[in-house]
């Protein structure tokens, strides 16, 4: 397990601890923060998009990557690990801080709890249209079966769609439709959700 400084840092000093550390740390303001593990719910989705994905992804000469990959986000001076990205065609790298970033995703996919919803829904979303080949943000909710679909329309507005148990939504990087209910196959909601 990697100690977290308890002091800020500079950039060259963050690039120098995320090469060695043990796990996924995000970088802002000369503060880090530890990516946390999941909840098994979370794991579980991100297991079922990966799985529904992967062949449309291959068919259509795309690739789908899961959490750990670094993604380079041009608004910020780091990077960021979705929990899934999709690259059509070639995927692209650049290296920032000796470490390679995925340039060209397409689609970015988190996998919403408590304590991140609001940051993916805000902060994270505009840092991630900066990214040029970014067109579809899929937002999924691990404590309820709710999916937020964002569609890029042009550089100043994207569309968003809501999803629920029993409706299907169509991934248009994919040229693909996706059950709710396939997302979250195995998940145990409390409550009865």
């Known amino acids: 397990m990697t100690a977290i400084p308890k002091t800020k840092m500079s950039l060259e000093e963050y690039f120098e601890f995320d090469k060695n550390a043990e796990g996924n740390f995000e970088y802002f303001d000369g503060e880090i923060f530890e990516m946390s593990g999941v909840s098994p719910n979370h794991a579980r989705i991100e297991r079922n998009l990966l799985v529904k ?27 960021r690990y979705p929990d899934l990205s999709l690259v059509c065609g070639k995927a692209e ?44 943000y899929l937002l ?35 040229d693909f439709d996706i059950n709710v209910d396939e997302i979250y196959q195995g998940v145990e909601f409390e409550r009865g959700n």
């Open 53 to 79: 994905t992967s062949l449309r992804a291959t068919e259509r000469s795309c690739e789908v990557f899961p959490a750990n990959l670094r993604l380079r986000v041009p608004a910020l001076p780091t990077y």
């Open 93 to 136: 790298f650049v290296e920032i801080g000796g470490l390679q970033c995925l340039a060209n995703p397409v689609l970015i996919v988190e996998v919403l709890s408590d304590s991140t919803e609001k940051y993916d829904q805000g902060d994270k979303f505009r840092e991630y249209k900066s990214i040029e080949s970014f067109s579809e």
């Open 140 to 174: 999924i909710s691990s404590t309820e079966k709710v999916v937020v679909l964002y569609q890029k329309h042009n550089d100043r507005f994207w569309f968003r769609s809501d999803y629920l148990s029993g409706e299907v939504f169509h991934l248009n990087t994919l």
